[in-house]
């Protein structure tokens, strides 16, 4: 066999004109938002030689796709190839004689290069840009194409950004493809992308059963990757509910309240920024689990890489409603509380006055006023002895547990709705949407509802944590669809 397919591992390769987005389709399709594995350049010519892409499962290659040059010169390539073959119809003996004669610095070299993959036995996936118009140069291309007589599929990159000739093409595709189907490299998902691959099954028989396997295979990859993202979102949800932060105060800020306050205020911003870097650390394993490399976190956590406590948007549109906080039963809420403790072994258990919301008291919030009194604060114990300790958390609003939920789908869908095939670098946002908790269903809020308050208490109900965490596999799966 040739270096371009092998015997039972079906081969496609993909081919078109130049800068119709050949490799944009290939890094989208199997995942590669590397340029050094996919060259994705706006600049024409990019691919300047074939390329191998393995699509491999523990190892074993189930099939691959052929990066290729594009066309340069299709009109004259057609000429030669028909002058070749004298009268009648060219067929494949004729363009692999084309091949042989060009592939090695003749004028239509690019086009020989192009040819190789197929002449040696590879599919075609052939690629338009529809908001070119069908000109003498596309028919060219198709007519060399169908002289090979390889299984051939035509894919309308719908690259937006022009006048659309979708019908134009579709009509003419038709005389020279066995299937057209319609993909948008910079915006397909993961449903799109499977079912690109399950087309594959329509015009190449002979594979059928590999590709099939396939399919089987990438399907529950997804769903494993998925519920890896769901771990990790456990993890970050039970790490930042249970958190704690703590600081030694001396007799001066026990005995002057602005000395006590400033170090309170300083606890503040230590908490607020250990629940950044648990956001961020989780967001950036999502992002390896989805195999996004350009995509970055906020390190700042000046922009979406954080819930951002202070804007009245977020306790407008986030977390759950008034009466979905009531119909979850306030768990969340009763469980917590802003606990500033002062005492001599650290932390101490009892009673103590509340006298504020951590991060946005809940009560005016749930009380109907239209927002939250956003800040810092707690209850003070005392214990004997000289050494005094403050310490500060969990969160006593009933909403931040489904806030920080919220957070967790909007990232979770803005990281794996991003195509592969996009090459610019961007800080991962949760897209300015609303509430995604509150579409939750009931039942399930309700055991959510009940792990966050034992989270709230620090101590997480292990119990519950293959209940938790399917139920976080189910919003994932949600978001994944909506």
């Known amino acids: ?26 890094a989208t399709l ?23 892409l393995p699509v491999e499962f523990d190892g074993k290659e ?35 004689r ?34 070119k118009p069908l000109r003498d140069a596309f028919v060219a291309e198709m007519e060399i194409l169908r002289w090979t007589g390889r299984p051939r599929m035509a894919l309308l990159n719908e690259k937006g950004g022009g ?57 529950a990859e997804w769903k494993e990757r998925r519920e890896e993202a769901a771990d990790v979102v456990l993890g970050m949800l039970e790490e930042t509910l249970s958190l704690r932060v703590e600081t030694r105060l001396d007799e001066e800020d026990q005995r002057l309240a602005h000395r006590k306050a400033r170090k309170t205020k300083e606890l503040e911003k230590t908490y607020a920024g250990k629940v950044r870097k648990l956001e961020r650390r989780a967001y950036e394993r999502m992002l390896a689990i ?22 009245s948007e977020t306790w407008k549109k986030w977390g759950l409603s008034r009466g979905q906080l009531t119909l979850a039963g306030g768990v969340a809420g009763a469980a917590g509380g802003a606990i500033v403790d002062v005492s001599t072994g650290g932390l101490t258990h009892g009673g103590g006055a509340l006298i504020g919301g951590l991060i946005g008291a809940g009560g005016a919030f749930l009380k109907g006023a239209d927002l939250p ?24 609003s009933e909403n931040f547990p489904w806030i920080l939920l919220d957070s967790a789908l909007h990232h979770h869908a803005a990281i794996t709705g991003r195509a592969h095939g996009r090459r610019d670098e961007g800080v991962i946002d949760h897209g300015g949407g609303d509430s995604l908790v509150r579409r939750i269903p009931r039942a399930r809020r309700s055991v959510l509802a009940k792990w966050f308050g034992s989270c709230l208490k620090g101590a997480p109900d292990g119990r519950m944590s293959r209940d938790v965490f399917q139920a976080l596999v189910d919003c994932l799966r949600e978001v994944e669809e909506s």
Not at 1 to 26: C, D, H, Q, Y
Not at 290 to 311: K, N, P, T
Not at 377 to 395: D, E, I
């Open 163 to 219: 006048e659309s000739h979708v019908e134009e093409w579709k009509t003419r595709l038709g005389s020279y493809f066995n299937l057209v189907r319609t993909f948008n490299a910079h915006r397909a998902r993961f449903e799109e992308r499977k079912r690109l691959m399950g087309s594959l099954l329509e015009i190449d028989e002979s594979h059928r059963a590999m590709l099939e396997k396939a399919l089987v295979l990438i399907d």
């Open 373 to 396: 009194d956003i800040g810092f604060a707690g209850g003070l114990k005392v214990s004997s002895g000289s050494g005094k300790t403050l310490v500060l958390g969990p969160p006593r």
């Open 30 to 52: 199997l995942e590669v938002d590397d340029d050094d594995v996919i060259r994705v350049d706006a600049t024409p010519g990019a691919t300047t030689h074939s390329q191998v």
């Open 98 to 131: 084309f091949l042989r004669e060009q592939i090695n610095g003749g004028p239509f070299e690019d086009e020989a290069r192009l040819l190789e993959p197929i002449v040696a036995g590879a599919g075609i996936l052939y690629v338009i840009d529809p908001t």
């Open 62 to 96: 189930m099939a691959r796709f052929i990066d290729t040059p594009g066309f340069s010169r299709p009109l004259e390539a057609m000429r030669e190839i028909q002058d070749l073959h004298g009268e009648g119809t060219p067929d494949l003996a004729t363009v692999e």
């Open 1 to 26: 066999m040739s270096e371009w397919v092998t015997g039972g591992v079906p081969a496609f390769a993909v081919v078109g004109r130049i800068n119709m987005g050949k490799s944009a389709v290939l």
């Open 290 to 311: 989805y195999r996004h490399h350009l995509v970055r976190v906020d390190a700042s956590g000046s922009q979406y890489e954080g819930i951002d406590l202070e804007a």
